[in-house]
């Protein structure tokens, strides 16, 4: 896929603000960087987390956005989108992220990175838009983008290659996993059966296959 690229770099620390009169934090304010950016640990080098349960961590160590996914949304929102509006600290061109199995390597600059899960939005999102409703609509329009675990330490910059070196051997993509979550949970079963998927991600779905299942159980006791 020689036309894929990484368009830029973004990085952003913790910001405190004001959440409805209480005092809130995220790094979801991210800056385009020009240069090469080191990518070790679980984080790009100027990047954090706020919130460290929710966000970051080996699993999520990088978010991936796509332009062509930016692109449509600006035409939904009528405005011009600055870089890294969403919180990405990669924004591709030329790769379908959302479309991308979970597992699936990437190597950009001297770094390789593994498609790990969708981003579940949550209500920073709409303060980064200043839409308090835009969660729904980045739900209902499933273009999550996609976080990614660093498998190889190195640098990357804008400008930068992406070459996809290597597949799984199963179908489930990112679109999938975050379609399961928010519409099909009768497909949950399949999440367990990707290695790749982080073990957060099977809790949630063997959790909610036994509450299906108790919900259809009628020997299983109503609440009191």
């Known amino acids: 896929m020689p036309s894929a ?11 405190d603000f004001d959440y409805h009169g209480r005092p809130a934090k995220s790094a979801i304010w991210k800056s385009p960087l020009s240069g090469r950016v080191a990518a070790r640990g679980v984080n790009l080098d100027g990047d954090d987390q706020a919130d460290r349960q929710a966000h970051g ?4 160590a990088l978010y991936a956005y796509a332009i062509e996914d930016a692109r449509w949304w600006e035409g939904e929102l009528g405005r011009a989108l600055v ?3 969403f919180g990405q600290n990669l924004t591709t061109e030329g790769v379908d992220v959302n479309g991308a199995l979970v597992g699936e390597r990437w190597a950009i600059g001297s770094a390789v990175f593994e498609i790990s899960e969708p981003r579940v939005p949550c209500w920073r999102l709409g303060v980064r838009m200043n839409d308090p409703a835009f969660v729904r609509r980045f739900t209902e329009a499933q273009r999550p983008g996609a976080y990614m675990r660093i498998v190889r330490e190195g640098d990357v910059g804008a400008g930068d290659a992406i070459e996809v070196v290597s597949r799984p051997g199963h179908d489930l993509t ?6 399961i979550y928010t519409r099909d949970r009768e497909e949950c079963g399949r999440l367990l059966e990707v290695p790749q998927l982080s073990e ?9 296959l036994e509450r299906r299942a108790a ?4 020997e299983t006791p109503g609440c009191c």
């Open 57 to 60: 961590g080996p699993d999520k």
């Open 200 to 208: 957060a991600w099977k809790r949630w779905a063997k959790g909610t």
């Open 215 to 218: 919900a259809k159980d009628p």
């Open 83 to 85: 870089t890294a509006e």
């Open 174 to 179: 990112v679109r999938d996993v975050f379609r």
């Open 5 to 15: 690229r990484v368009l830029s770099v973004a990085v952003g620390r913790p910001r």
